[in-house]
């Protein structure tokens, strides 16, 4: 990307625009040359997936200030097993002003689902959040007994059809633990 003179821009989207692993440190890039950016979308990248994610993770780390965002969507990006949710844990890491994230769509996933619930509500001021549809099962099993006081207000499980009733009776009887405002669980 050419150098902006855009210092205003709160936003882009650039969701369906067929990013793949190679442009993770360019989106690092664009953050550092967008100082007022409060919203980036890359949802639908498909071909993004966890070493795009990873490398703009790690480029954030090495930029020598902070970021601005505050919403971030990685929806759709195939993002999916251990390295997935390592490559999300080290955004969360170095965007901590971060409040709104979504990472529907990954049904790679599911089984890590836990621990990065787990870590925003225990270790993030993070107060929106969408793991929709990322083949979470009736597993699921949180450990919030360590947690400070949970910020997030916003919870979209939905489109997780492998909770089913026995998951959902277990996963809802944590939810006294949250400070839940919006719950979605549609379709589950």
């Given amino acids: 990307i050419p150098r902006l003179q855009l210092t205003s821009l709160k936003s882009i989207d650039l969701s369906e625009c067929g990013l793949n692993a190679d442009a993770g440190s360019m989106l690092a890039e664009l953050l550092q040359a967008l100082p007022g950016l409060r919203t980036l979308s890359l949802a639908r990248n498909y071909r993004l997936e966890n070493a795009g994610v ?3 993770a790690n480029r954030l780390r090495d930029e020598s200030h902070g970021h601005s965002l505050a919403e971030l969507d990685l ?21 901590p002003e971060l409040d709104t994230l979504a990472v529907s769509s990954n049904p790679g996933l599911g089984p890590y689902v836990a621990p990065l619930l787990e870590h925003v509500l ?35 499980m939905s489109g997780n059809t492998g909770i089913g009733p026995l998951g959902l009776h277990s996963f809802t009887s944590q939810l006294p633990k949250m400070n839940l405002q919006r719950l979605n669980l549609a379709d589950c």
């Fill in 122 to 156: 225990c270790n993030t001021q993070i107060s929106a959040l969408s793991f929709a549809s990322c083949g979470i099962s009736a597993n699921l099993r949180l450990d919030l007994a360590s947690c400070r006081g949970p910020h997030l207000t916003s919870l979209d």
């Fill in 54 to 56: 990873q490398a703009f």
């Fill in 75 to 95: 929806s759709c990006c195939s993002l999916a097993g251990e390295e997935g949710k390592v490559a999300v844990l080290a955004i969360l890491q170095h965007l």
